[in-house]
Every structure is written in structure tokens, then in C-alpha cells.
């Protein structure tokens, strides 16, 4: 045998060489035969194409390199990258470097396609015209839950190329797979008992290692599937949260409307979109798994049955079915009507404490602790009392389902499993196996015992099916709370985006806004506004607040304007119109466009500082990429700040990188000066100041105001010092006459105005000239108090324990009087 192999390999090395030695002559004939020029030509470009490759492997490494050390600047810098067709390039941390990340902005026209879906349900839906919608209306398993949850499935799978298509579809095999092996296991089963009771220990230990096997793919299988639910999960709240997104920031203002417009969400948006959504997503991502994959089994397993046990077990299955589908749904709980309002009272427990943590300061001046705490505990006692409800319900429901579906189904398990040995010609394969087998006792006895296990374990299995196809109601009836309360938030905001505002019984509602017919026009060399009421807005549907009837005037370029008047005219009112936060119900609005150099920026009246770095407090609302686009640095930005009297901020706080909670490191004027060193920043040609220097004293007020004027900025500002007027051209005064609504635009300097100075000083010096009269009559009355009001009593002195002098009686009594009199002055 060695001899042979031997001869074996000298043949084979024999035959490799001489086909070596064939193909290399004629290779070396081949050569011989092409020309110099060929063969110049073959090595240049052998050369050419190994110096572009390498050239390319090396602009390649170069182009990683620098995507590399922009995205761990950019991930420094918490910024990201605005690309030509909208998308956003963000970087994002993984493993040791970073990874790049483009996100797509929401089309209009896909928010136009899906508008039909959220603004002009069926009525089935509980959300037609004239209706605010809540988050609890009516879930339950209906055609109302049916049309709201393919509406957001139209948003979560946009087309069937998408990722979260493919992710499904993976998913699907992974559980079709399942299916499949638990047939094989069935059978496997019943083969290892059988060779069990047969004795044949070689089969018997063949089946253990087939099992082990199986065991080991049929694990793979379901860590897959629950991997495959996770991403699916994950993949669905990626696309919902970006389309909320899209839809609740941007230009036109939505997140302020939904809060201070729209009555739909009320100020529980926050929740809508981090809890709701989560718990949406999680509860659709699972239905697949725990509703479509019992299906497909109970079909697979009904059939094999059917094979097995025969038609009239297949009849006693599906009967079994119904009964108990029928039993469970008329004794379900409304768990989807529950889940929402659970879900709802949740939100405004945590909106106490969020409102609590944004209040502390004030909460602690006024030693507000017990208070808010009762209402904490009220709250909490509300949400305790509705969970310990539900839980209650769900014990009484849980007991019934668990006695249905595990103890009553197994017990009809091996009622039907016996029909093949006690009615072998009602019971199928099994009983035609068992008919055949009659006069073998023992090979009886096996066949039994296998056909047995593996009809038991398909009845497990689809006991188990069947379990979680009447769960999974309880599964939907929760998915249809979750469904209500998403679709209501993008309903909500689809109404806002569009302005689409209908009444219904509100014909003659006056400033409601479903009867918002005022135009701004955006592009505008300046300010004008005309014939427009000042209105403040209340919540959907109801009809706004009439503060100026109609207000008309025209500022230009260079014509600083200042609005002053009492509390509660419409000063800041003025500055949200001309925004576009409150809408222009009458009239035209004029303005420039948004931030820019040829724009118009707002200053609101509480300072706002955003998280982030120093240099984001003065960039806002920029990013450092948006910086470097507009060709500027931390020089322009420490110039900024100079001018805003800030210039010791980046040496005090450790520099523009440094990271904290600026709302609470800086002081009130610091953080007005911070509203300055943006504007001046920013750099706009109109800038709109709400109370903006309150906080800041008047030498520092005059010199950010004069710093604003030279960098040729048209100031509007809305204050009620009267100092302020030198530094403005016009006066706007609201809350003039009777009821306060009529106002008057004068010019700062004119001869009218100086003769109503004249007058205020002419009354100062009428009251002056009665000091004396007022004095002696002080006098008088203080006589009068120092007497016991008794008939007859003497003038009361002082106690006997103190001693007071007469002339020092008489000083107090001159210094009180003249205190008295500068303040009536």
C-alpha cells in the first residue's frame, strides 16, 4: 500500500511538471514573437496603472484621514454639516473613532402626502373637523385603531426599498425558520422516545446528537429574532423621532404653537415624543412577532394535526379557538382606554417636577415646599389609585387566561391526542398507523408512544400559539392607546403646519384662528405695519384677546424706535406679531427676513442660554461650522463680548470651550450682555429688544446702546425707562386712553413733547408750594394721635422707662414730616 501510494505521488509531480513546463514555453514563445514597441507599451502601462492605483489607495487614506479629524472636531464641537440638498452630516462616536452619519430632511411634499391622512380622517377615527383631539379618544381594537396605525406605518416604511422593510423581512424568515425547526424538534422528539423505549441505544444516541445540533441552530434562530425586534424597534423610532422632528422645529414655528396656540397636546409635547413614541415603537416592533408568527403556526401546526389526529380533531381545535377568542374579548378589560389615560395622568406627574426643577429659586424664595409638595403627593395619590386599578382588573383577567389557555387547552390536548388509539377511523395517519400495527403488540406500543410525543409536543406548541394570539389582544389593546396618543401628536402637528383651523359652531368667534386673514410679507426694507390688531391668541378654538384694535406705522432704517406704556398694552405683544409667533389676524406686517446681516433678530425679555460651550452662548442660535462659514473666529467673537462690557468671561471661565450651566454661572446683567454680544454678533440690520438691559445699569445701558447704533443697527426697543429715550428717534406710547387701547407715535424731541414736560414740571412745582400747609397739617393730626381718646384725658407721654428729651421729640417729628413730604412729592 505504501508502494502504491508512492508511485502515486512520483506520477502526479511528474504530470504537474510537464504541464509546467507545456504552458511555459509557450509563454516564453509568446514573448518572443511580440514586438519591442508591444512590449514597451504592456510595461508602461503595468507601470501607469500600479501609480494610479497607488495614487488613488493614497488619496483615499488622505480623504478618511481628514474625515477622521473632522468628525472628532465636529464631535468636539457638538456641530454638524449642512449639505447641498438639505441633509445634515453629523459624526458620531464608534469604537475608536468616529462614524459618519447623513441625515435626510423630511421633504414638504411628503408632509403634503401624508397631510390627508392626519387632517381629514374618517370618521371612525374620533378626529374630525372641529374636534381638539385628546389622548384619550376612545382607543380600543377598532376601525379607528386600524386607519391611525396604517397611517403611521405610511411614515415608518416609506417605500419597500427602505431599511426598515428589509429589517422586517429578515425578521419574517428568522420566524418562519423558527417554525419550521419546531416541526423537526416535534418529530425528533418522538424519534428519541421511541428508540428510548426500543432499546436501540446507537439510534437513541444518534437522535441526542441531532438534537444537540438543532438545539444549538434552533438558539441562533431565536436570539436572532429578538435581535431583529430590537433593530426593528430602534429603526422605527429613528424614522418617526426625525419626521416629528421635521415637522415640531422648524421655520414656521410649530413648537410654539402646539404650547401656546393649539389645544391638542396641551404642554405635554415632551412626553408625546420621548415616552409615547418609545413605547409605540417597542409595542408595533413586537405585534409582528407576537401576532403574525402564532398565526403562521397555528396554520403549520393545525395542519400537521389535521394529518395526524384527523378532521375531527381539526374541527375541535378550531372550535376551541372561537370559544375562547370569544370568552377572552367579552371579558377583556378596555386596556387601550386604561393605557391612555395612565399614560396622560404619568405626564402631567412628571410635568410637576419639571416645572418644580425649572422653578426652584422662586419656589425657595417664597418657601413654597409644602405646597408644592401636596401637589406632588394629590398627583401621585391620582396616578397610584388608576394603576392599582388597572392592576386589579388585570388580576381577575390573568386568572381567566391562565386556566383557559394553559390548564384547559392542555386538558383538550390529550382528549384530541387520544383520538387515533380509542377512534382509529376518526384519527387520521395516526389512526391508520395504529390500525396497521393491530397485531404487532410491541411495534404497536412504539408507534404509539412516538406518534404520541409528537403530536404533544405540536399540541404544546400550539397551545403555546394560540396563547399568544389571545395575549397578544391584550398586546393590541395597549398598542391601540399608544397608537391614539402618537397620532394625535402629529395630527396636531400637521394642523399647526398647515394652519389649518376649522370651527364648528363658532361661526361669529371674533380673532379665532380658523379666521386668521392678515398677510407678512417677509424681505422688507424696514418695519411697517398696517392696520393690524394686536390680538393675544387663545388655545383652539376658542377666540383671542383684543389689545390694540389697529396699529399702523412704518419704521425705517436708521429710525430707532422705542415702545413704552403701563403693564399689560401690548408692548411685548408687538414684538410676537412682528415675529410671527401670534398671528397677523388683519392688516399686513412688512419686515426683513430672519438673522442675518440684511435681517432682523429678537432679544426676548427672559434671557435664554443654550447648552454648550462659552462660544455657543454667544453664536446662538449658530453652530462653530456655521461660524467658520461666515468667516469669523474667537477674535471677532472676544470683540463681541468687549463690546457687551464681557470681554473677562473667557479668562474667568477657563475659556470658549468651557462647558457649563450657564443659566446658573452667570448673573442677570451678564446674561442680558450675552443677548448684546449675539446681537452684536449677528449683526442684523433691525434688532427687536424686549427689556433687554432691565438688569444692566444706566451708564453700562447708554454705552451698549450707542455700541449698537455705530455698528448701524435700527433699534426697537420695548421698555418703560424714560431714560432710554435719548438714545431712540420715535415713541410709540400704548395704554392710552380710557380703556387703554389707543396709542400714539410721536417723534422723541419735538416742540410737543417738550411742552408736556413743561406741564409735568409746572404740577411738581404746584404740589412744592403746598409742602408747608402739608407739613402743619401733619402736625396737627400727629397732636391729635398722641391723646387718649378719653373725655377729659391729658395728652399721653412717653413710658416712664424712657427718657427722651423735648428737642429730640421735635427732630423726629421735623425729619418724619419732611420724609412724608418727598414722598408724596
Known amino acids: 500500500m505504501a508502494a ?11 504530470a504537474i511538471a510537464a504541464f509546467i513546463e507545456k504552458y511555459g514555453n509557450l509563454v516564453r514563445s509568446k514573448l518572443r514573437n511580440t514586438t519591442r514597441t508591444t512590449r514597451l507599451l504592456a510595461t508602461l502601462a503595468l507601470a501607469a496603472s500600479i501609480i494610479v492605483a497607488g495614487e488613488g489607495t493614497r488619496r483615499r487614506w488622505q480623504r478618511e484621514r481628514k474625515e477622521k479629524e473632522q468628525g472628532r472636531k465636529l464631535l468636539r464641537t457638538n456641530s454638524w454639516l449642512h449639505n447641498k440638498d438639505g441633509s445634515r452630516t453629523i459624526y458620531v462616536p464608534y469604537k475608536d473613532g468616529t462614524s459618519k452619519v447623513v441625515i435626510h430632511r423630511t421633504k414638504e411634499l411628503t408632509f403634503e402626502a401624508h397631510r390627508r391622512l392626519f387632517l381629514n380622517p374618517p370618521r371612525v377615527s374620533g378626529l374630525g373637523e372641529g374636534h381638539v383631539p385628546a389622548a384619550q379618544t376612545k382607543p ?32 419574517g424568515v428568522f420566524l418562519m425558520l423558527r417554525t419550521y425547526l419546531s416541526l423537526v424538534v416535534a418529530r425528533l422528539d418522538g424519534e428519541i422516545v421511541r428508540d428510548l423505549v426500543a432499546g436501540n441505544g446507537k439510534l437513541f444516541l444518534w437522535g441526542l446528537l441531532k438534537w444537540c445540533g438543532l438545539g444549538g441552530f434552533a438558539s441562533y434562530t431565536n436570539a436572532m429574532i429578538r435581535f431583529l425586534e430590537s433593530k426593528v424597534s430602534i429603526a422605527f423610532r429613528t424614522r418617526l423621532t426625525r419626521y416629528i422632528h421635521d415637522l415640531y422645529l422648524n421655520d414656521n414655528l410649530n413648537y410654539y404653537k402646539l404650547a401656546n396656540l393649539d389645544g391638542g397636546v396641551g404642554q405635554g409635547a415632551d412626553q408625546f415624543i420621548t415616552q409615547d413614541l418609545t413605547l409605540f415603537c417597542a409595542a408595533a416592533a413586537n405585534l409582528y412577532s407576537s401576532l403574525g408568527k402564532p398565526f403562521v403556526d397555528i396554520c403549520v401546526f393545525n395542519y400537521q394535526l389535521y394529518r395526524s389526529l384527523g378532521p375531527l380533531a381539526l374541527t375541535g381545535l378550531l372550535s376551541n379557538y372561537f370559544l375562547t377568542a370569544s370568552i377572552l374579548r367579552r371579558l377583556s378589560p378596555p386596556f387601550g382606554k386604561l393605557k391612555a389615560v395612565e399614560g396622560r395622568k404619568e405626564g402631567d406627574f412628571r410635568g410637576l417636577h419639571a416645572r418644580l426643577i425649572a422653578n426652584a429659586e422662586e419656589i425657595a424664595f417664597y418657601g413654597g415646599a409644602e405646597m408644592e409638595k401636596t401637589f406632588l403627593n394629590r398627583e401621585f395619590k391620582s396616578l397610584k389609585n388608576w394603576m392599582e386599578g388597572i392592576y386589579m382588573l388585570k388580576i381577575r383577567y390573568n386568572i381567566l387566561e391562565d386556566f383557559i389557555l394553559k390548564y384547559s387547552w392542555s386538558a383538550y390536548g390529550y382528549l384530541l391526542s387520544s383520538l387515533p388509539v380509542f377512534l382509529p377511523a376518526w384519527g387520521g395517519l395516526g389512526g391508520a398507523s395504529e390500525q396497521a400495527a393491530h397485531g404487532e403488540k410491541d411495534g404497536r406500543e412504539r408507534t404509539r408512544m412516538k406518534d404520541f410525543i409528537t403530536n404533544k409536543r405540536l399540541m404544546l406548541s400550539l397551545a403555546d400559539a394560540g396563547g399568544r394570539m389571545m395575549y397578544s389582544i391584550k398586546d393590541l389593546s395597549e398598542l391601540a392607546g399608544y397608537t391614539s396618543r402618537v397620532y394625535t401628536l402629529i395630527s396636531t402637528l400637521h394642523r399647526a403646519h398647515a394652519n389649518a383651523y376649522y370651527v364648528r359652531g363658532r361661526e361669529n368667534e371674533l380673532y379665532s384662528l380658523s379666521d386668521v386673514q392678515g398677510t407678512i410679507q417677509k424681505g422688507f426694507d424696514g418695519l411697517r405695519l398696517e392696520n393690524v390688531p394686536i390680538v393675544a391668541p387663545a388655545l383652539w378654538p376658542q377666540g383671542g384677546d383684543e389689545l390694540i384694535e389697529s396699529l399702523s406705522l412704518i419704521i425705517r432704517q436708521g429710525d430707532h424706535l422705542l415702545i413704552s406704556g403701563p403693564n399689560g398694552v401690548g408692548k411685548s405683544a408687538i414684538a410676537r406679531v412682528v415675529a410671527g409667533l401670534w398671528p397677523v389676524y388683519r392688516g399686513l406686517v412688512s419686515r426683513p427676513k430672519n438673522i442675518g446681516e440684511d435681517g432682523i433678530m429678537f432679544l426676548p425679555q427672559r434671557p435664554y442660554l443654550s447648552i454648550g460651550t462659552l462660544r455657543d452662548q454667544v453664536i446662538y442660535p449658530d453652530g462653530e461650522a456655521d461660524m467658520r462659514d461666515k468667516r469669523k473666529n474667537e477674535h471677532d467673537l472676544k470683540r463681541a463680548l468687549d463690546h457687551a462690557k464681557l470681554g473677562y468671561l473667557p479668562d474667568r471661565e477657563g475659556g470658549w470651550d468651557t462647558r457649563k450651566e450657564w443659566k446658573d454661572v452667570l448673573s442677570g ?3 442680558q450682555r450675552i443677548g448684546i454680544a449675539r446681537l452684536l454678533y449677528h449683526e442684523p440690520r433691525y434688532a427687536f429688544i424686549d427689556e433687554g438691559t432691565s438688569a444692566v445699569s444706566s451708564d453700562v445701558e447708554g454705552l ?7 455698528k448701524g443697527i435700527t433699534l426697537i426697543t420695548i421698555s418703560t425707562r424714560a431714560s432710554l429715550k435719548k438714545y431712540h428717534t420715535y415713541n410709540l406710547v400704548l395704554g392710552m386712553g380710557e380703556k387703554g387701547d389707543e396709542w400714539e407715535f410721536q417723534r422723541i424731541g419735538t416742540k410737543q413733547e417738550k411742552m408736556h414736560v413743561e406741564r409735568e414740571l409746572h404740577e411738581l412745582r404746584e404740589r412744592l408750594a403746598q409742602v408747608e400747609e402739608w407739613k402743619s397739617r401733619r402736625e396737627e393730626i400727629e397732636g391729635e394721635l398722641a391723646k387718649v381718646w378719653v373725655e377729659g384725658a391729658d395728652e399721653l407721654g412717653p413710658p416712664p422707662y424712657i427718657e427722651v428729651k423735648p428737642e429730640e421729640v421735635q427732630e423726629e417729628k421735623g425729619k418724619e414730616a419732611q420724609t412724608s413730604i418727598e414722598v408724596e412729592v
Request: charged share 20%; hydrophobic share 40%; proline share 2%.
Open 4 to 14: 502504491q501510494s508512492t508511485l502515486r505521488g512520483s506520477a502526479a509531480e511528474e
Open 140 to 171: 380600543g381594537l377598532n376601525l379607528a385603531f386600524l386607519h391611525q396605525f396604517l397611517s403611521l406605518m405610511s411614515i415608518v416604511i416609506p417605500r419597500w426599498t427602505s431599511k426598515e422593510a428589509g429589517l422586517l423581512v429578515s425578521h
Open 704 to 710: 451698549l446702546y450707542e455700541t449698537c447704533k455705530e
Open 669 to 671: 446683567g451678564e446674561k
